[in-house]
């Protein structure tokens, strides 16, 4: 038996091309592990109503980590279930697979490293060096929505909720609900996490992004909540900033910036704009984090029209393979392959589309492998 069990996950569109990518220099590294094959995608959404189908879950259960190619997630409400055929009217509706594996399986920490390699055509600025932390679980992503909105919700909400008498001559179908819920636990965690993570990589600043100043309870919850961790961490400068304003605060000078934790969605938000200071999505990778399990996958989605072609940059593939290699403690494999990443990215002779040049996936893995 192999030292480790991996759930193999590809996923669809562009997901399969992309973790041949990352085998490639898995087997080259001699991992020791048993890589098993996970259904998981749109595909199976189409044939059985299920993109996460339970044997894949109990697959999930059953191994020390999983890697996570690429599914294709569409925004899908009641009315336009009709692609689906028979699960017209069922109330079924697609929801995200990765969004579904974060919540059951309690991944909370959604980390997302985003560096610039040096001498790499896509960087926004040398030497940008900045970790994302995002809570994974919950707040908008809750799942908890209402379009029509049932009587019940609108009645008690008139009656709890002052600024509600604006929407209360409204239909049930002319306005929808999204509830974002932060907990006390889920700060806390991710915030800890954050922390953590910054004294144990000796990073002096951690920086809470939220929107309190609008969304005062859910948004005042996390900020009050990771400012009290923040407490406990007094070797570390805490700031935090509004969500809008550390877009532009990002852009202006990067280098204030060194750890940032955020809720779910902002988390979101800010680790795209982080990871196109870096090169984009071809080198943007995350690692869902739970005490259990850990899924790691490249941030980019599937990108459907280039789906078998082999063009799409595995940078950010190979370096979530990096990320799985550090949470198992294979640590000197995990900085061998970071050292032969930065390698290829330096000496610029092998580049993919994104990087202006013409090399294809495969390539871009094997010129990876040869400096292993
Ligand atoms: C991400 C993605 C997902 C998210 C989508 C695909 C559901 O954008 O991992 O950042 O919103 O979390
Ligand atoms: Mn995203």
């Not at 399969?16 to 990352?22: C, H, K, R, V």
């Not at 094959?37 to 697959?59: H, K, M, N, V, Y």
């Not at 939220?210 to 990771?226: C, I, P, Q, W």
């Not at 000197?332 to 202006?356: C, F, P």
């Amino acid at each position: 038996m192999a030292q480790y069990k991996i759930a193999w996950l590809p996923g669809d569109g562009v997901g399969p091309e992309i973790l041949e990518a990352a085998r490639l220099v898995l087997n080259e590294l001699r991992l020791d592990a048993d890589y098993v094959f996970g259904d998981i995608g749109w595909e199976f959404w189409c044939s059985e109503g299920d993109a996460l189908p339970p044997r894949t879950i109990r697959l999930l259960k059953s191994v020390d980590a999983a890697l996570f190619g690429a599914i294709t997630s569409k925004p899908m409400r009641a009315a336009e279930t009709e692609l689906i055929g028979e699960l017209q009217g069922t109330g079924l509706l697609y929801r995200s697979p990765i969004v579904r594996m974060r919540q059951l399986f309690d991944l909370y920490i959604c980390l997302r490293p985003c560096k610039a390699y040096p001498g790499s055509p896509l960087n926004f600025r040398e030497g940008i060096d900045l970790v994302v932390f995002r809570e994974n679980t919950e707040d908008l992503y809750c799942g908890v929505e209402f379009s029509p909105v049932p009587s019940g919700i609108s009645k008690r909400l008139l009656q709890l909720s002052k600024p509600f008498e604006a929407f209360k001559d409204l239909a049930a179908d002319e306005y929808a609900i999204s509830c974002k819920i932060n907990t006390r636990k889920g700060s806390e965690r991710i915030a800890h996490a954050a922390f953590e993570y910054a004294r144990e990589n000796d990073r002096k600043k951690v920086t809470i992004v939220h929107k309190a100043n609008v969304v005062r309870a859910s948004d005042g919850l996390f900020l009050e909540t990771a400012q009290k961790v923040a407490r406990q961490y007094p070797d570390i400068e805490t700031d935090d900033a509004n969500i809008d304003a550390i877009m532009m605060w990002l852009l202006k000078n990067p280098f204030n910036y060194s750890v940032l934790v955020a809720s779910n969605l902002y988390g979101d938000i800010v680790s795209d704009l982080c990871a196109q200071m870096v090169g984009g999505l071809g080198f943007a990778c995350s690692g869902n984090i739970g005490e259990k399990l850990a899924v790691f996958e490249p941030t980019h989605g599937s990108a459907p029209k280039y789906t078998g072609q082999y063009k799409v940059n595995p940078i950010a593939t190979i370096l979530a393979a990096k990320m799985m290699l550090e949470w198992l403690g294979e640590t000197e494999k995990a900085r061998r392959l970071e050292k032969a990443v930065a390698s290829v990215i330096q000496e610029g002779k092998v580049r993919t589309y994104d990087m202006g040049g013409s090399a294809g996936t495969l390539e871009m893995a094997e010129a990876i492998a040869s400096k292993l």
